[in-house]
């Protein structure tokens, strides 16, 4: 039985290129090494997932048939079921620019290809087979030009009625629409946060907008806030989470393996404190990790843990 289906609308090819030295702009740069990818927010969790030790994981989303090879490798490695629907045409490639060991990151970011759009309704039947066999479904992601802006909630008003667990990762109109779902996890960071109601908020402004999303039926609000940690809230407790990182790395990935940490804990009926400390324990590992690979649950736990400050901040 497959207990997670996670949704990646636009996913990418990573090439990833490693600079020990800062970029030098009209120069020739010599890079340290480089290497590709199977990317995509969504592809992202459930990889991180599988890396943690759960079984069961399907990904679904669009893929073009001319470089989906990189896509099929990496599912096999991971263990992914692959429900992705191919089109005639090739999966953007993304490079991203990794200097001084990762702690800048340039992205230049490209579209994918069409011959023909792939359609909607293969989409639905796919999310639609999995009904009885998946609880969590995770929509993660940016939506590409050409689909509407209202495709997350299109798919997931049809899981509603079967009481799913609905995660949505994204920003815009996109998250927007999708909260008419009253989805049972969000995941904004703060510029989508200050997007979504309309402008920049003080910090007792943050905490009043996410009581206002948490009483519109959201279970929970997880708000990254870079450098200044995260913010997990329910309807009972709003916690402040602090990671302090060993040593340097990329951040690229960061926000993914935090949702993962987070749906790996909820599958394992964490407490809310936990949730945190183990969404940021593996936020930081994978940051850490030279090749975007997060280690096993127990080693998370043992190696990070001792790194991260939580902060109950309900009654400030």
């Given at each position: 039985?497959?207990?997670i289906?996670?949704?990646?609308?636009?996913?990418?090819?990573?090439?990833?290129?490693?600079?020990?030295?800062?970029?030098?702009?009209?120069?020739?740069?010599?890079?340290?090494?480089?290497?590709?990818?199977?990317?995509?927010?969504?592809?992202n969790?459930?990889?991180?997932?599988?890396?943690?030790?759960?079984?069961?994981?399907?990904?679904?989303?669009?893929?073009?048939?001319?470089?989906?090879?990189?896509?099929?490798?990496?599912?096999?490695?991971?263990?992914?079921?692959?429900?992705?629907?191919?089109?005639?045409?090739?999966?953007?490639?993304?490079?991203?620019?990794?200097?001084?060991?990762?702690?800048?990151?340039?992205?230049?970011?490209?579209?994918?290809?069409?011959?023909?759009?792939?359609?909607?309704?293969e989409?639905?039947?796919?999310v639609?087979?999995?009904?009885?066999?998946?609880?969590?479904?995770?929509?993660?992601?940016?939506?590409?030009?050409?689909?509407?802006?209202?495709?997350?909630?299109?798919?997931?008003?049809?899981?509603?009625?079967?009481?799913?667990?609905?995660?949505?990762?994204?920003?815009?109109?996109?998250?927007?629409?999708?909260?008419?779902?009253?989805?049972?996890?969000?995941?904004?960071?703060?510029?989508?946060?200050?997007?979504?109601?309309?402008?920049?908020l003080?910090?007792?402004?943050?905490?009043?907008?996410?009581?206002?999303?948490?009483?519109?039926?959201?279970?929970?609000?997880?708000?990254?806030?870079?450098?200044?940690?995260a913010i997990?809230?329910?309807?009972?407790?709003?916690?402040k989470?602090?990671?302090?990182?060993?040593?340097?790395?990329?951040?690229?990935?960061?926000?993914?393996?935090?949702?993962?940490?987070?749906?790996?804990?909820?599958?394992?009926?964490?407490?809310?404190?936990?949730?945190?400390?183990?969404?940021?324990?593996?936020?930081?590992?994978?940051?850490?990790?030279?090749?975007?690979?997060?280690?096993?649950?127990?080693?998370?736990?043992?190696?990070?843990?001792?790194?991260i400050?939580?902060?109950?901040?309900?009654?400030?």
């Amino acid at each position: 039985m497959c207990s997670i289906l996670t949704l990646t609308l636009n996913p990418a090819i990573d090439f990833n290129v490693i600079l020990s030295e800062t970029l030098l702009k009209g120069r020739v740069n010599r890079a340290e090494r480089a290497f590709k990818v199977a990317g995509g927010k969504g592809i992202n969790v459930a990889s991180f997932l599988a890396d943690m030790g759960l079984k069961n994981i399907c990904v679904t989303g669009f893929l073009g048939m001319e470089n989906a090879d990189c896509f099929r490798e990496h599912f096999v490695k991971k263990g992914l079921c692959d429900e992705f629907i191919y089109f005639h045409g090739a999966t953007r490639e993304n490079i991203k620019i990794l200097e001084n060991k990762g702690s800048t990151t340039t992205d230049i970011n490209l579209e994918s290809s069409y011959e023909e759009l792939p359609l909607i309704k293969e989409l639905k039947r796919v999310v639609n087979n999995f009904i009885n066999k998946s609880e969590y479904y995770i929509f993660s992601g940016s939506v590409p030009k050409w689909l509407d802006e209202s495709i997350y909630y299109e798919v997931g008003k049809y899981l509603k009625d079967f009481n799913k667990k609905i995660i949505i990762d994204t920003s815009g109109v996109p998250l927007k629409k999708a909260l008419n779902l009253h989805p049972f996890a969000i995941k904004p960071n703060i510029d989508e946060f200050y997007e979504l109601f309309g402008g920049k908020l003080d910090f007792s402004g943050l905490l009043k907008n996410i009581d206002v999303l948490i009483e519109s039926g959201i279970e929970y609000v997880l708000l990254s806030m870079g450098e200044n940690g995260a913010i997990i809230a329910n309807k009972d407790l709003k916690l402040k989470v602090v990671g302090k990182l060993s040593c340097g790395g990329s951040s690229v990935g960061a926000g993914d393996a935090f949702l993962a940490g987070f749906v790996y804990g909820s599958i394992k009926n964490f407490n809310l404190q936990d949730l945190a400390v183990f969404s940021t324990a593996s936020s930081l590992a994978l940051i850490e990790s030279n090749e975007r690979i997060l280690p096993d649950a127990e080693t998370i736990i043992d190696n990070y843990y001792k790194n991260i400050t939580l902060e109950d901040i309900k009654t400030k």
